[in-house]
């Protein structure tokens, strides 16, 4: 799916509900059953999200949809021979459905609606208020004013208003229709059309505050280029569009320009901003054999790359992608809302039904006034602020994290950041910088002590642990032989096994020395020094037992330090899990301030140590970057991966993906987290007292019914501001 730019439109007083709700139907879907997607311009409110699913449920045929409000996209699971009665039936709601096919970009969006119609229906408007209060014309002429301002703004209204209500809805649209119908019918012609004008005027603000908040995501690929630079069969340089360059394709990229594609760097070096995927803005070093990324920033040098993922599937897309679908999915706060306004709205319209006509029927009320009172308790009866609040807040939360280079993967996470207590961490790669040295070598025997190192190395060589990398690499330095290896097993949380001339050789930690049965006390001794001092220990052992022992040794990140102090500030308690020995796991905690350490686990026991953190009650996140994380990371509420943008599975797996490697994401999430939480109360409590206080005082028959569209529209955009704040953050 490529990103959807939404241009201003006319949306319902609730547009921009991020409502991509499943709906499974009463048939479920068959082996023959397909999907069609249609793109419906006129979608973007759960209002018409009822309507739709109203409409589309009783259609034979049809199994489940799945709604994309943010996107105004409809999939429909259906096996029905052709899709014509599934746009007719939305074509009777008065929306119009485009199917979507693969690859067929959008079409493009209606033209811009006119603004004329609208600045009459407001000059009407005063025109007959004016009129009206200084008696400047019969009753008559105010009538043809007003009316002319009501239909030249709020035909609109009027036309979805009537569809709601012959589908049985009490939409916005509908309650509108009815009360400024209502105003005519008692005369108050003027009221009528101030009312009709600022609705008009207000859902306007609302669609393009909305439409900024969307934006602010599918703004982030214009950052591409749209042209690269491309090497032909014959060494020449054209200049190409991106959008058709293949993989393997090599491109050149000069001082100053945006790296158009994913890629990894064949010539050149230069320094790259990558802030558009990491939020991090400091310079990047690139050179042969590193990867770079479609949107950032080349400065001084040049560079060649070879692409390596195609226009539409490059980070930054499948980020904003991401963000897309996560914009999609219904937060917890958005769904209570929902459920509220569901009993809410039909309650005030009784409400109102009975204020007009219990106290003139049985209590000698006036009808006038009366039926005027309950014409302006429908218009307080929108819950437009409250519906509209939550999805404002938390797109605009969405953006601005992915902003900084933090992928939040949900509603969900960004609203229940807030509550987490305790975040589990990982150590190689997440605290450390995860590219350890050799530091010591001790040959047990005198006779091994030249043909130990290259055992190892050959072995090491042949897995991407780090601990193997860093003995492989000392290796290298010395330009050791590499033996071959044969029936080679890497053996998780343990080391690696393989056969060498015949012999079998492991290279691994403590817990394989036990394993084997072949450890003892004074080898323990010498483990246990070097461990003390940060250092992970492996050993080479032959059958008969150990012959050499290896220590690496890795740095803490200066971000992790700063990162877990950030943390303790805000509250969050912190425990380091790894697979390396307990000795080292504590002596790292120890330099970066960890409250707890946990050393020597396998993948299963750091699930366990999370299971037990929620069994004493507490909110667990936590952060890893390897496989052996994988359980752990999927049982904690908040899974967060680091370095998604190098790595591919990452971006689609976690629960927040933080771009680059620098932990200090985690409580820049956990702020942005607080703030959004914050924020939605603010607005909720908001609406509702607002809501509440005008309520009474319409009952008390004290206001009036531009008092109340302004009162609606007040908090409406109160609360629209207020969530769009979090852009800024
Ligand atoms: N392929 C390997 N080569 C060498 N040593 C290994 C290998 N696999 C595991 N080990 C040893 O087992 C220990 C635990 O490994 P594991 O992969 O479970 O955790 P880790 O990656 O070191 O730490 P963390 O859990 O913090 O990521 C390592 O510290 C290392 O000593
Ligand atoms: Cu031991």
């Avoid at 009459?120 to 105010?142: D, K, M, Q, R, Y």
């Avoid at 009975?354 to 014409?375: C, E, K, N, S, T």
């Amino acid at each position: 799916m490529t990103p959807v730019h939404n241009h201003g439109h006319g949306g319902s007083c609730c547009s921009g509900t991020p409502a991509p709700a499943l709906v499974q139907l009463s048939e479920a879907p068959t082996a023959g059953s397909r999907l069609s997607t249609f793109r419906i311009e006129a979608m973007d409110c759960p209002t018409e999200q009822t309507l739709i699913q109203n409409k589309l449920g009783k259609l034979a045929g049809v199994q489940q949809l799945e709604f994309n409000l943010i996107n105004r996209i409809l999939g429909v699971t259906h096996d029905l021979p052709s899709t014509a009665p599934i746009v007719d039936a939305i074509k009777s709601l008065g929306m119009q459905a485009d199917p979507i096919e693969e690859g067929v970009p959008a079409a493009e969006p209606p033209a811009k609606k006119h603004w004329w119609p609208l600045a009459l229906s407001g000059v009407g408007a005063l025109g007959a208020e004016v009129l009206h209060f200084t008696n400047a014309a019969p009753t008559w002429v105010i009538a043809v004013v007003a009316l002319v301002s009501i239909l030249s703004g709020g035909l609109t209204t009027y036309k979805k208003g009537w569809i709601a209500l012959k589908n049985l809805n009490l939409n916005i649209n509908a309650l509108m229709s009815i009360a400024v119908t209502g105003a005519i019918l008692i005369g108050q012609w003027p009221e009528a059309a101030m009312v009709m004008f600022l609705f008009t005027v207000a859902e306007l603000i609302e669609a393009k505050s909305l439409d900024r908040a969307r934006n602010a995501i599918s703004g982030l690929m214009q950052m591409t280029p749209e042209q690269a630079t491309v090497q032909q069969a014959d060494g020449s340089w054209v200049e190409l569009e991106v959008k058709g360059i293949e993989l393997g394709a090599i491109v050149r990229v000069r001082p100053g320009e945006r790296i158009g594609l994913d890629g990894e760097v064949t010539a050149g070096q230069s320094t790259i901003d990558q802030a558009p995927i990491t939020g991090e803005s400091l310079p990047i070093e690139k050179t042969v054999g590193d990867k770079v990324f479609a949107g950032t920033i080349n400065q001084a040098g040049s560079l060649e790359y070879k692409v390596t993922a195609a226009a539409n599937n490059s980070t930054l897309a499948r980020i904003i992608h991401a963000v897309e679908q996560a914009q999609g999915a219904r937060a917890p706060t958005q769904r209570f809302v929902d459920r509220f306004s569901t009993i809410y709205t039909p309650a005030v319209f009784l409400f109102a039904l009975g204020v007009a006509l219990i106290p003139p029927l049985f209590m000698a009320g006036v009808w006038f006034d009366w039926i005027y009172r309950a014409l302006v308790l429908l218009v307080v009866a929108c819950p437009c602020a409250l519906v509209i609040s939550t999805p404002v807040t938390i797109v605009s939360g969405l953006a601005a994290a992915a902003r900084k280079g933090i992928l939040i993967k949900g509603g969900v996470y960004l609203e229940g950041g807030y509550k987490l207590d305790y975040l589990a961490l990982d150590k190689t790669g997440t605290i450390t910088h995860g590219k350890p040295v050799q530091t010591d070598y001790l040959a047990l025997f005198p006779n091994v002590e030249d043909s130990a190192p290259a055992l190892a190395a050959s072995l090491a060589g042949r897995s991407d642990h780090p601990v193997s990398l860093a003995i492989a690499n000392a290796a290298v330095d010395k330009k050791l032989p590499i033996h071959v290896v044969d029936n080679f097993e890497a053996l998780a949380g343990r080391g690696v096994r393989g056969d060498i001339n015949g012999e079998t050789y492991h290279l691994g930690n403590h817990r394989l020395v036990e394993d084997l049965g072949l450890c003892s006390p004074a080898l323990e001794e010498k483990l246990f020094a070097l461990e003390k001092q940060g250092k992970s220990v492996v050993l080479l052992l032959d059958k008969s037992g150990p012959l050499a022992l290896f220590a690496v040794a890795d740095t803490v990140k200066d971000s992790s330090r700063e990162a877990i102090q950030q943390l303790h500030e805000l509250g969050i308690k912190t425990l380091m899990l790894t697979g390396d020995n307990t000795h080292t796991a504590q002596a790292i905690a120890a330099q970066v301030g960890i409250d707890q350490a946990q050393g020597d686990l396998l993948p299963t026991d750091k699930l366990q140590a999370i299971e037990t953190l929620y069994g004493q009650g507490h909110r667990v996140g936590m952060v890893g970057d390897g496989i052996n994380d994988a359980p752990a990371l999927a049982r904690a509420e908040i899974g967060f991966a680091m370095a998604a943008a190098g790595t591919d599975t990452a971006i689609e797996t976690a629960d927040v993906a933080l771009m680059d490697d620098d932990l200090r994401k985690i409580p820049a999430f956990i702020r942005l987290s607080r703030q959004t939480s914050s924020i939605l109360k603010q607005n909720i409590a908001l609406a509702l007292v607002i809501k509440a206080l005008f309520l009474t005082i319409t009952f008390l028959g004290m206001a009036t019914m531009w008092m109340a569209v302004f009162a609606d529209m007040g908090v409406a955009l109160l609360v629209v501001f207020n969530g769009l704040r979090l852009l800024r953050k």
